[in-house]
């Protein structure tokens, strides 16, 4: 008798998502990341968005965000959700250049969008982001007990 353990069950199928199906995803959420360029590295944000026409827009304030998102650098956003029922996962990833909504006719475009951030605050500026790609993926998620392991629950001893 061995103590091998046994053999792993091969990993489920990841699919590829099409265009038409990233976007239903898309709005079937607000929230996502959206990542920039700013000075020398790349930084993230949560933020909330809104489909709009094949676009995303978000709304924020004065800040390395906005200044990161209207740089001369590309951005992208990724959003994701999960279906606790079936263990389905979802990534969705768009990515192109982002650009301040102005003037009187777009802002006042905006205002029908619905877009209401969570957090408190002054956001003045509305941004789109027109995406030059959009890819997702779809794929089952594994149990935990296929991942965790006896460390991932360890209690840290006091540091005393």
């Given at each position: 008798m061995t103590n091998e353990p046994s053999p792993a069950a091969p990993p489920e199928p990841v699919e590829h998502l099409e265009s038409r199906q990233c976007w239903d995803l898309l709005r079937q959420v607000s929230v996502g990341r959206l990542a920039v360029w700013v000075d020398d590295h790349p930084d993230i944000f949560p933020l909330n968005y809104t489909v709009d026409h094949g676009t995303l827009v978000f709304r924020t304030d004065e800040g390395t965000k906005l200044g990161g998102a209207l740089g001369d650098t590309p951005v992208a956003l990724e959003a994701d959700g999960v279906?606790?029922?079936?263990?389905?996962?979802?990534?969705?990833?768009?990515?192109?250049?982002a650009a301040a909504i102005t003037g009187i006719e777009g802002i006042l475009d905006t205002a029908s969008l619905y877009l209401f951030p969570w957090q408190g605050g002054k956001k003045d500026h509305f941004v789109r982001i027109t995406p030059d790609s959009v890819t997702g993926r779809r794929f089952k998620v594994t149990p935990p007990l296929t991942w965790w392991t006896q460390l991932s629950g360890a209690v840290r001893s006091s540091p005393e």
């Open positions: 279906d606790a029922a079936t263990g389905m996962a979802w990534s969705v990833v768009v990515k192109g250049k």
